[in-house]
Every structure is written in C-alpha cells, then in structure tokens.
DNA sequence: CCAGTTATGTTCGCTACCGTCCAGACAGAT
DNA sequence: ATCTGTCTGGACGGTAGCGAACATAACTGG
C-alpha cells in the first residue's frame, strides 16, 4: 500500500521567497523533465544552468581513478544543483546524474546570477544550503570510512525514499553499487538481507519500501545526522532580510576532466520526512 | 639538511587583500600562539573567533559514534578556520584541532563580519576558499572509500609537510591514527614501509620527511587533485572587484553536540609546494 | 639508575570486502 | 517458442584492516 503524501509539487527551497517573488521566480524558470541516468554536469566543466528539482532527484558523485564512482550527495526537491555559482565559481566540482526521472525547473546560470543579486532572502536560504552541503559531505566521508555496506545502503535507501515522493522507485543493484563506491555483489548481499529482514522487497530493479522505520533503525547514524543538520540550519525562523555583501567576478574557466552522533535513534518520530509538504522554511 | 624556504609568516588568503587593507586588517587581529592538540571549535558550538595560521596548523575533525575521529580537512597558511562565516553560520560544524603548534592570526566573530561587509576582495577570496573546502571534502570522502592506509599516510604527511614550513614535525602514531580513522597498528605498519623505503624518518613522534618526490610518488592521487584545484581555484588573476550583494543574518544558536584523477603525476615540479611563498593568489 | 610513562613493534584469529567467474531467472523482441 | 540482454544469486581464494593482547624500547623524573 503506498502512501503518497500529498503534496505541492514545488522545490522547497524556493518556498522560503516571498509568494509573489516566488512566482515570479518559477515563471522565470524553464520545466524540464529529467531522464534517468541523464548526465547533467561533468566535473571541471562549465554550469550552464542550475536545476530546482520538484519531483526528480539527482546524484553527486566523484569520479575516481577508473574504480568507478562514489556518491557524495543528494538533490531532491529540498536542495539545487549549481549551489557553486554562489560563490561566485560556475565550474561543476562534480559530476551530476539524474536518479529519480521526473520534472524540475531550471534556469540559466547568468539570469540566476542576477537573482542572486535581487532577491536577498533567495541568497540567505541558499546560504544555508551550502552550509548543510558541507556537512553532508563531511558525513559522507565519516560514512564511508567506518560504516558497512548494510548500513550504507540503508541510508542510501531513505535518502531516496524520502526524494521519490513514492514508496517505488527504480534502481539496479549494479547502479546502487556504484553510488556506494562497492562490488555489485556486496549489493546483492546487503539488499538480500534487508529483504530477508521484510524492510524492502524488490525485483528486477524495482525496489518498494515496506518498513521505514525498519530501515531507519538498520541505517547508520548518518541519515539522522544528515536529517537533523538539515532541519536545523534551514529550519531557523529568522527575518531573511539582509546586510549589503558583494558579489565577486565570476570565476569561469572551464578546465580539464583530469581531476581526478547521535545515539541510535529509537523512532521514527524524531525524522520528520523532509518529503512531507509539513515543514516550509 | 632541512631546507627551509625563507618566507613570509603571513596567511596567504590575505595576500589577495590590497596592500593596506591586509595591513589594517592584521593590525585588527590578534597575534596568537596555537599549542598542539588546542582544541579550537567543537561541532555545533558558536564560532567566537577566526583564525588565520600563519605558521601554525589545524586540523578538521569529525567525530563518530566512539569509534575515534576522523580527519576530513587541513588548515594551514594557505587558509582559515571559521569559513562557515561566509555562509551566516557562526556554528561549527566540524572540531578543529591545532597539530602544528605556532602563531596565527585571530579575529572576533563580529568584527570579521564586518570586515566582510566592508572589504569586498576579501569576500571574493574567502569564497573561493570555500569552493576548494567543498571541493576537499569530496575528495576525501572518495579517498576514505578507496585507498588504502598505506597511500593515505603518504598524503597526510605531504599535505602536512606543505604547512609545516619545515623538513620534521612532531606526531605520534596513536594521534595520526585517529585522524586517518584507523588503528594505531596500521599506521606503525604503513610508516614503517616508508621508513624502509627511505622516504621518511621517524622516532618516538618525530618525524622527517627524507624524499617528497618518492612519498608524491607513494601517496594517492588524491593529494595531487588537492593541490590542482586549489591552485586552479585560488590563483586566477581576476579583478577582486565585485557587484553588490547582501549579507544574510546570522544564524547562531548553539546546538547539542549530538551530531553526529588525475594521471598518476610524473614529477614533483607538476606540484608546487603550496607553501613557498612564490605564488601570491 | 631505577620506576613509571610513553611510544613503537609484533602477533593472533576474525570479518568485510575484493576480483573474478559462472549460473540461473526473468522480460521483451523476433 | 526461442533468443538475447538484463538482472540477481552464489562461490572461489585473497587481502586490508579489525580488536585485543603482549613485548620492547626510549625518554622522564625522582
């Protein structure tokens, strides 16, 4: 039985603007529908537009050494891709591959650079975006050194469970097993167990989620870390209104593709979905 | 024969100020000495000063449920500590510990804010700054994934050795061991390869570097795609005159500490020491 | 110079994951 | 109905790192 919350299909980070701002900003944008496995930024090339995921979902990842990839963060409808034009650098650090098809909303990097510059409270949210990236990335890291793969793919598991806006979503393991740095293999065992453990099922790629709060207790720390980072940095109720800063120069050659604790949770109460349409900025 | 490049003590980031700015600037700092293992900021506690090091360095830590830390970030000369600032954040989200013992440049909070206001090369710096932290970040997630002790301590050393602005330092195996995340064995049996390999020397936690060329040549990529995107970042001769953009407000309030390829490159002059004083941003 | 502390070296069995290969299972196309 | 490609499951030996314990060695302060 999947229940699909009800929702309004918009990214939530656009919904810390003003309402009539808001729509202007929507209407300035373009809606696009993301394919899956689309590439949307090579690492060391040039952002041409940011994308405001509303329904799809987007993967970071780091191309490493021909040992395949390794997923370094998630973009669903609480984040965008492009959050580097806001320091002023139009270079991709990272590769971006779509995950979850469906529609987001994009703009073109000049026109979002004068937004930027306009809309004060759109700057501050972004902010603080940025800010839980770089705690997500440090989590990542953490994660990747310590944790096994049961528990990575777990998170990994909710993290698009709570960006799919379904209970089903469409993944191989081969696929998982890239994003998790592992041997498809390695896969094939850790989803066993969770299947065998009645917390997913899935087949041929099709995968359900039958027990959230299974999960999250089979998950390591690092999905409510990531989840507690989130609601307390974007969550603050302040006035967005702020002091004059400056904008730098755009920092824009394109360069070469060479680049290379919370004690366990113990409900599910206390990780408010961040899908759920509940929790506006 | 330790060959110590004459250079000036000062944090580079603030060569990218005008001449008299960055004399103002130091003048409103405080001189301070950082003593090794001065624990400077804890995770999601408020960020009362800046740092900038200019002999000393710092490393960024997080921490994971008892089983040790885990290091995902260096700050030397070449950077500061309380970047998070730029992003209106005044909570830390890392630890900072001080490895290299020596003076640094402070500065209060508020003060630095509107220092940031009021000096608009300093932001655009600052900014970039940020860029090649994420950018870091990432790779060392990537590089916890997939390379092994051995590799990993080689490009601790040299990215230690970049800040040292000396041939020897002092650290043990046990502290090096939390900061690669492993045990303390590991790191006994990695330097132990490399002091058979004649690449460093150590006893009872003084180590010397003998042959930077041959740990380059030891250690993974990763140290390598450090320093291309810093310099690549960093040293773009852009006008620091930037449009006008908005500071947000601060968001402040502390929080319970429950938070939780490059072609294998052929020779050392592919790699500048970052710490030679010879490119100024 | 002895005792206590700190730093390093070594060993044991154990587990998670590796690289590789092969086998079955299912779905859609011909 | 067969074929073909995709997806999943299982098996092989090999290895890096784990946890725990113990053994030196060096420095430190009486």
Redesign the pocket.
Known sequence: MPVIEPYLPVNRLLLALPHKIRQRFITDCEAVDLAFAEILTEPGERIDHVYFPTESFIALTKPIDK?GNLEVGFIGDEGMLGISLLLGVSISPLQAVVLGEGPALRMDTNQFRRKLTDIPALQTVLQRYLYVITEQLAQTAVCCRF????E?LARWLLMTHDRAHSDTFHI???FLASML??????I?????AL?NRELIC?????IRILDRAGLEAAACECYASDHAIYTRTMEVKTDLRPMPLHQPPLLDQPIGNEQCDTAKRKKSEQFPDITAGSSPL
């Open positions: 040992r944790h096994v793969v049961d990575r191989t393991h081969e740095g592992v041997r498809r293999v390695g094939t065992k850790a989803a066993s299947q899935y087949s041929r790629g099709n």
